[in-house]
């Protein structure tokens, strides 16, 4: 009878202490990773005028187009099959062309070796 008592009283401890933890990801970085698509707030994945400089150049796709990237200041412009078009935002590599819904996927940021287009049908 005393070992059930010291377990119970061991693990109503346990759990009062685990209550009183700081949680392991901070509540800011868990929102940032909960915003998709375009419910992004606009200063959640915002580009600096550095970043998108790196970040031109031309790509060569898996179907054998390639996609041309300009800049201009902290906006980033897709040159595909003849079209350019500004580029949103909308996750921490991924962009949507504001008139097609064009996606576009960098493998990193801003020193990308690869871009994955997805092009959306409207």
């Known amino acids: 009878m005393r070992i059930s008592a010291f377990l119970a009283f061991a693990g109503a401890a346990t759990l009062s202490l685990s209550a009183l933890a700081e949680p392991s990801v901070a509540p800011s970085a868990l929102a940032v990773h909960a915003v998709s698509g375009l419910n992004a707030t ?8 550095d970043d998108a400089r790196h970040m031109r150049g031309q790509y060569l796709l898996a179907d054998g187009r390639t996609v041309t990237v300009t800049s201009e200041g902290s906006k980033l412009f897709a040159d595909l099959d003849g079209k350019r078009e500004e580029l949103v935002r ?10 097609t819904g064009t996606g576009l996927a960098f493998d990193r940021l801003p020193y990308a070796d690869e871009v994955v287009v997805n092009q959306a049908a409207r």
Request: proline fraction near 11%.
């Open 90 to 99: 909308v996750g921490w590599s991924k962009f949507v062309a504001r008139d």
């Open 42 to 49: 606009p200063s959640a994945y915002r580009l600096s005028p």
